[in-house]
């Protein structure tokens, strides 16, 4: 059963909620002793941070916002306590990184090319995106299966639970296929693309050989205990919305109606 595409929620809260429901999934089955041996809970567990991750980026302003930071903090102590060993830096060759989605995720800037597009298929017809008759905020009945890339037609995951030959009411989305130049990209507070953001923020080495004395050697493993400290915000650059006034909507727990769901 559907809803009507006019009574949908805004599309990205829906992708929100879609990514917390597979970050959720991912985690349960990260706790089940019972679901693999310890290297593979560990990065399930590592997976539904990622996914818990992008879930906020998608969620920020919406009156999930505030739920999903709590709940990211929570899985992120949870998953230190469990699987310590998985939680270190990352070293480059050059310098440490975080590259944990739990630290990265406190970053709120992220990156908007400006790009110069020939081609680009609207993924309900194959055709001309500028030209067809889909319309991003409509639902269309879609036949599930996967194009040579191994990418679901639904969802355009290379991983998810669409099953092939069955159909789904979808959103129209748009691939780009053809790229004349990319004459910049700017970092901004907004990016358009949510998940268009940091992969690994570094970490000043001096800082660390003062932290861990004259016996640190570049290079050699460090571990990172972050999570089991107090979040102390997000850091939010000059033109951020809300550094200029935004208000947040009236915030929701999970537990509280979200609207209507495309099924």
Same mark, same amino acid.
């Given at each position: 059963m559907t809803t009507r595409s006019d009574e949908t929620r805004p599309w990205r809260e829906e992708r929100g909620f879609q990514l917390r429901s597979e970050a959720?999934?991912?985690?349960?089955?990260?706790?089940? $002793?019972?679901?693999?041996? !310890? #290297?593979?809970?560990?990065?399930?567990?590592?997976q539904a941070l990622s996914r818990e991750a992008s879930a906020f980026n998608w969620l920020e302003d919406s009156a999930w916002e505030e739920a999903t930071h709590h709940e990211l903090h929570r899985m992120g102590t949870t998953v230190h306590e469990l699987f310590p060993d998985g939680c270190h830096l990352e070293w480059t060759d050059a310098r440490y990184e975080h590259r944990c989605p739990v630290r990265i995720?406190?970053?709120?800037?992220?990156?908007?090319?400006?790009?110069?597009?020939?081609k680009k298929l609207c993924m309900i017809c194959d055709g001309?995106?500028?030209?067809?008759?889909?319309? $991003?905020?409509?639902?269309? !009945? #879609?036949?599930?299966c996967r194009d040579d890339d191994g990418r679901c037609r639904i969802c355009r995951e290379s991983s998810c639970d669409?099953?092939?030959g069955i159909e789904y009411m979808t959103r129209m989305t748009v691939q780009i296929t053809e790229i004349v130049a990319a004459d910049e990209v700017s970092i901004v507070p907004r990016p358009?693309?949510?998940?268009?953001?940091?992969?690994?923020?570094?970490?000043?080495?001096a800082s660390l050989v003062a932290a861990l004395g004259q016996d640190f050697t570049p290079g050699m493993e460090v571990h990172c205990s972050m999570c089991e400290?107090?979040?102390?915000g997000v850091d939010r650059m000059p033109g951020d919305p809300r550094l200029e006034g935004e208000v947040l909507p009236a915030q929701k727990g999970f537990d509280e109606p979200a609207g209507p769901v495309v099924a």
């Open positions: 959720q999934a991912l985690f349960d089955k990260a706790l089940d $002793p019972e679901s693999g041996t !310890p #290297v593979e809970r560990d990065a399930r567990a590592r995720v406190h970053k709120r800037f992220g990156f908007s090319p400006s790009l110069r597009v020939r001309d995106a500028s030209e067809c008759p889909h319309l $991003p905020n409509r639902l269309y !009945p #879609v036949v599930a669409h099953q092939p358009v693309q949510p998940d268009a953001r940091l992969i690994g923020v570094p970490i000043d080495t400290l107090p979040c102390d």
